[in-house]
């Protein structure tokens, strides 16, 4: 239905109830039709600049030559294959371009469609390696509360938000623990000391639950939907630490941290912890095609030569490792590593974090870690979405819930670009910093009972 609020110059058709809609019809839903660089324009011509890379995914622009290149000589040549009979070049050239890039301890690479399919892969594995070495009890997968995994059954299971609950029960086996963020917001636990409690209860949770019964820990290295949680200093090597003393594979969720996000290729050169498996995904293609990864030790890889040999493995997916998101994958790394991206990264984040700050001037606090920003505002509990609206209003795209906000801009955004993304957030700020003030109504505030 047409909202009562839908603007009369709306580019959406008049009649649509003939239409599907992904995302909730509302007066500020856009309907893109073109991009170029960092900038989008919707049906109307309307112009944005995107301060979010789509959501952690467009890192090299809306028209990025080599990767168009790459995904069309691919469509020409061969656009799918038998999956059940053989991989193709592409898809093998990425694996291993991908596993150049990672820690050299994560040395297998399982190429899937999406960030909730790699998180998939890697409950699946975890629990398989456990079968393989002889402990198939070990099944419990551990997660942050707060944190986000994606949307299919396991993967939203992991993700430890009140509002999931009104899908029902999730998976069974899954336990959530408190991340060092939460001990701060809630308890007043200084940073300096939140990651060593956290650690300290996760290690009581995995003795209470039995140790023999512990698959996984799975954890986002810098928790999104917190504002962008930056972890303290010492809590990931913490957690190596406690999984390796009860045999507890560590995950990492490089979905929004992977590729470059936080200035090294991953969140684990960044802050120096190897993870067993790590998922990427989402700016591994640019945005060119759907594509993720799970990355594994060669300890965890033994598990698919064994049992039933690679199909062990199955249930894969159909479009997994398919050769188009491949070439796109592979013309991504590509430039990636060989117009070195992560320097390019550190001179823009360089740049942008100070514009960020004036910006904010005092009206809530920043977190930043390479091209990673969140905003944890002070205007009210729905401070996040009303910045978010205001800045939509303004033509600038990031993202806010909550009393938060981020931004993520492409890898490619230059500092006029980044400026304008700074004096536009600026602005917007300035009308929706006070509690109340404007930005529009709140839709998608949560407030939830867990904090
Ligand atoms: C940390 C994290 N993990 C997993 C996912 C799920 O990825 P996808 O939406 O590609 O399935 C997301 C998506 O936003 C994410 O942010």
Not at 376 to 403: F, K, S, V, W
């Amino acid at each position: 239905m047409l909202s009562p609020e839908t603007p009369t110059d709306s580019p959406w058709p008049a009649d649509l109830s003939s239409y599907c809609f992904e995302v909730p019809h509302a007066p500020d839903t856009v309907l893109f039709a073109s991009g170029k660089g960092v900038r989008l324009a919707d049906t109307a011509g309307r112009p944005y600049l995107d301060g979010l890379s789509g959501v952690f995914v467009t890192c090299f622009g809306y028209d990025c030559a080599p990767i168009v290149a790459a995904v069309t000589e691919q469509l020409r040549t061969l656009p799918f294959h038998p999956p059940l009979h053989g991989t193709n070049p592409a898809a093998l050239a990425l694996s291993a371009a991908l596993a150049a890039l990672a820690p050299p301890a994560l040395t297998t690479v399982r190429l899937v469609n999406g960030g909730s399919e790699a998180v998939e892969a890697a409950i699946r594995l975890a629990r398989l390696h456990h079968r393989s070495e002889g402990e198939p009890g070990r099944l419990k997968i551990l997660s942050h509360y707060h944190g986000y995994h994606g949307a299919t059954f396991g993967s939203l299971s992991l993700t430890g938000r009140p509002d999931v609950g009104r899908f029902g029960p999730g998976v069974p086996g899954v336990v959530h623990v408190w991340p060092p963020d939460c001990l701060e917001a809630t308890l007043g636990v200084p940073h300096g000391e939140s990651g060593e409690r956290a650690a300290e209860l996760i290690e009581r949770t995995i003795e209470a639950e039995g140790p023999e019964t512990v698959a996984a820990l799975v954890v986002e290295p810098v928790i999104h939907l917190r504002g962008m949680a930056v972890p303290p200093p010492g809590y990931l090597a913490r957690l190596r630490e406690i999984c390796d003393r009860h045999g507890v594979l560590l995950v990492f969720d490089e979905i929004v941290t992977g590729f470059g996000r936080t200035g090294a290729p991953f969140a684990a050169q960044t802050f120096g912890v190897v993870p067993d498996l790590m998922c990427a995904g989402k700016g591994v293609s640019g945005g060119y095609a759907p594509l993720a990864a799970v990355l594994m030790t060669e300890r965890i890889a033994a598990c698919l030569g064994g049992d039933g040999g690679p199909y062990s493995f199955a249930p894969t997916h159909t479009y997994a490792a398919n050769p188009v998101s491949a070439a796109a994958g592979l013309a991504a790394v590509t430039l990636f590593t060989e117009q070195d991206f992560p320097a390019r990264i550190s001179a823009l984040a360089a740049h942008l974090e100070p514009g960020l700050r004036r910006a904010l001037d005092g009206r809530g606090t920043l977190r930043a870690i390479g091209l990673l920003y969140g905003l944890t505002l002070t205007g009210g509990p729905d401070a996040g979405e009303r910045l978010a609206r205001a800045c939509l209003r303004r033509g600038l795209i990031i993202r806010g819930q909550d009393d938060w906000a981020v931004l993520a801009p492409a890898y490619i955004t230059t500092r006029a670009e980044a400026d304008e993304i700074a004096g536009i957030l600026a602005a917007a700020l300035d009308e929706t910093a006070a509690p109340g003030t404007p930005g529009g109504p709140s839709r998608h505030h949560t407030s939830p009972g867990l904090r």
